[in-house]
C-alpha cells in the first residue's frame, strides 16, 4: 500500500464516522487550485449558515486540513480546507447531497473565492477519489471545469450521471442476484412435487 492511498483510506474513516456510513461509501471531490488565504473557507462556511441554513459543525483531525461537517435537513457532508483547494468529501448514492449542498457549496465556492469565473474555467482540475470494495483508492482526474450553457462551474451534472449509473448497475445486479434465488426455489419447488406423485 502507498502512503497515498494509506492517507485516504484514514481520511474515508475519519469522514464515515461523522457521515455515519462505511468508509467504502465516501467520495472526495476536490476542487485543486491554490487558495492563499484560508480565510476564504471560514467565509464559505459563514455565508452557508448565514444564506442556506446550513448546519455547521467544525472537526479538526483526521482530514488532512481544517473539516467542516454541514448538515441540512436532507443529508450532511464535509468540506475540507487545503492550501491546493476545497476537498468535499460525500456519501456515494446520496442524491440528497449531490442534488442539494453539494451545487450549494459549490455555488457558494463559486461566488466566494472569485476564481470560477470563465475565464477561468480551465485552469482547474477536479479530482474524485474513492476507495473500491478491496479497499484500494480509485481516482479519477477532470482537467477543466464543465460548463453549462451559462457558462458556470457544474460538476455536479457529471457525478449526478455518474451516480445514476452506479445505481442502475446496483439494481441490475441485485435484479441478477433476486432471479437466480427465484430460479433455485423454482427448481426445488418442482422437485419437490415430482417426489410427491
Same mark, same amino acid.
Given at each position: 500500500m502507498d502512503y497515498r492511498e494509506k492517507t485516504f483510506k484514514e481520511k474515508f474513516n475519519c469522514a464515515a464516522t461523522h457521515l455515519?456510513?462505511?468508509?467504502e461509501q465516501i467520495v472526495s471531490l476536490k476542487i485543486r487550485e491554490n487558495i492563499s488565504l484560508h480565510s476564504v473557507y471560514?467565509? =464559505?462556511v459563514e %455565508?452557508?449558515?448565514r444564506e442556506a441554513g446550513v448546519h455547521c459543525t467544525d472537526i479538526n483531525n483526521g482530514l488532512q486540513g481544517q473539516g467542516y461537517l454541514l448538515g441540512d435537513k436532507k443529508s450532511k457532508i464535509i468540506v475540507v480546507e487545503h492550501e491546493t483547494? =476545497? $476537498?468535499i468529501l460525500y456519501i456515494a448514492g446520496s442524491i440528497a447531497s449531490i442534488l442539494g449542498l453539494i451545487p450549494l457549496v459549490l455555488q457558494a465556492w463559486r461566488s466566494i473565492s472569485g476564481h470560477f469565473s470563465r475565464r477561468n474555467n480551465l485552469d482547474h482540475d477536479i479530482e474524485i477519489r474513492r476507495l473500491d470494495n478491496n479497499g484500494h483508492l480509485r481516482e479519477e482526474h477532470i482537467h477543466g471545469m464543465y460548463e453549462s450553457s451559462i457558462g458556470s462551474f457544474s460538476p455536479d451534472i %457529471? =457525478? +449526478?450521471s455518474n451516480l445514476i449509473e452506479n445505481m442502475i448497475k446496483e439494481v441490475l445486479e441485485d435484479?441478477?442476484?433476486l432471479t437466480k434465488r427465484v430460479d433455485? +426455489? $423454482?427448481k426445488r419447488f418442482v422437485v419437490k412435487s415430482k417426489k410427491k406423485k
Amino acid at each position: 500500500m502507498d502512503y497515498r492511498e494509506k492517507t485516504f483510506k484514514e481520511k474515508f474513516n475519519c469522514a464515515a464516522t461523522h457521515l455515519k456510513v462505511k468508509p467504502e461509501q465516501i467520495v472526495s471531490l476536490k476542487i485543486r487550485e491554490n487558495i492563499s488565504l484560508h480565510s476564504v473557507y471560514r467565509d =464559505l462556511v459563514e %455565508s452557508l449558515k448565514r444564506e442556506a441554513g446550513v448546519h455547521c459543525t467544525d472537526i479538526n483531525n483526521g482530514l488532512q486540513g481544517q473539516g467542516y461537517l454541514l448538515g441540512d435537513k436532507k443529508s450532511k457532508i464535509i468540506v475540507v480546507e487545503h492550501e491546493t483547494g =476545497l $476537498e468535499i468529501l460525500y456519501i456515494a448514492g446520496s442524491i440528497a447531497s449531490i442534488l442539494g449542498l453539494i451545487p450549494l457549496v459549490l455555488q457558494a465556492w463559486r461566488s466566494i473565492s472569485g476564481h470560477f469565473s470563465r475565464r477561468n474555467n480551465l485552469d482547474h482540475d477536479i479530482e474524485i477519489r474513492r476507495l473500491d470494495n478491496n479497499g484500494h483508492l480509485r481516482e479519477e482526474h477532470i482537467h477543466g471545469m464543465y460548463e453549462s450553457s451559462i457558462g458556470s462551474f457544474s460538476p455536479d451534472i %457529471s =457525478l +449526478i450521471s455518474n451516480l445514476i449509473e452506479n445505481m442502475i448497475k446496483e439494481v441490475l445486479e441485485d435484479v441478477k442476484k433476486l432471479t437466480k434465488r427465484v430460479d433455485a +426455489i $423454482e427448481k426445488r419447488f418442482v422437485v419437490k412435487s415430482k417426489k410427491k406423485k
